[in-house]
Nanobody
Framework: VQLQASGGGLVQAGGSLRLSCAASGIKFSISYMGWYRQAPGKQRELVARVNSGGSTNYAVSVKGRFTISRDNAKNTVDLQMNSLQPEDTAVYYC????????????WGQGTLVTVSS
C-alpha cells in the first residue's frame, strides 16, 4: 500500500491550499480516509476524516475553514483549506483505515504547509 500526498507549500495568512492524497495497492475495504497534522514540538493531531459513506469529522480548530472530500472509486482524499492561519503550519499526513473505528493503518509521507503572518 502506498499513499502519495501533494499540495503543500507556503501561503500567507488568509490564503488557501488544497492537499490531495492518492492510495494505491489497496486490497481491502477502506473505512476512513483522512488527514493528521504535526506542528513542531507538538503531537500529531487529527484534522479531518471521512468514511466510505461520506460522513465527516473535523477538529474544532479547523471546522468551517477546511473541507474534506473523498473519491471512493479512485481511493483519493482531498483537503481544501481556506482562511489559513499561522497556527495551521504543520506537516500534514494522509492516512487510510480499514477498521470500523478508523484507526490509521497506512500513512502518506507528509506534506509541509507553512502559513506566514
Amino acid at each position: 500500500v502506498q499513499l502519495q500526498a501533494s499540495g503543500g507549500g507556503l501561503v500567507q495568512a488568509g490564503g488557501s491550499l488544497r492537499l490531495s492524497c492518492a492510495a494505491s495497492g489497496i486490497k481491502f475495504s477502506i473505512s476512513y480516509m483522512g488527514w493528521y497534522r504535526q506542528a513542531p514540538g507538538k503531537q500529531r493531531e487529527l484534522v479531518a476524516r471521512v468514511n466510505s459513506g461520506g460522513s465527516t469529522n473535523y477538529a474544532v480548530s479547523v471546522k468551517g475553514r477546511f473541507t474534506i472530500s473523498r473519491d471512493n472509486a479512485k481511493n483519493t482524499v482531498d483537503l481544501q483549506m481556506n482562511s489559513l492561519q499561522p497556527e495551521d503550519t504543520a506537516v500534514y499526513y494522509c492516512y487510510v483505515a480499514a477498521g470500523v473505528f478508523g484507526s490509521p493503518n497506512y500513512w502518506g509521507q507528509g506534506t509541509l504547509v507553512t502559513v506566514s503572518s
